[in-house]
């Protein structure tokens, strides 16, 4: 099943995250299908980022999305 989640990146205690679609069963930050965004926490406000349509298209073909990622959509 392919979940749209986050995949962390940047270095030890400044996070920076990814939202990217993979397949459920991969580990969080190894190979993804698509990324559609981004979301950085550092920054105030923190800043959010997600290509809708691409959004809505993996949504309407089965994707998930994980709970992290549905509170900063708004869905």
Do not use: C, H, Q
Not at 19 to 31: F, L, Q
Request: no cysteine; hydrophobic share 30%.
């Amino acid at each position: 099943m392919t979940v749209i989640r986050l995949a962390r990146y940047g270095r030890k205690k400044k996070p920076f995250y990814r939202i990217v679609v993979t397949d459920s069963r991969r580990r969080r930050d190894s190979g993804w299908i698509e990324n559609i965004g981004y979301y950085n926490p550092l920054t105030d406000p923190a800043t959010v980022k997600i290509d809708e349509e691409r959004l809505d298209y993996w949504l309407s073909v089965g994707a998930k999305m994980s709970e992290r990622v549905k509170k900063l959509s708004g869905r």
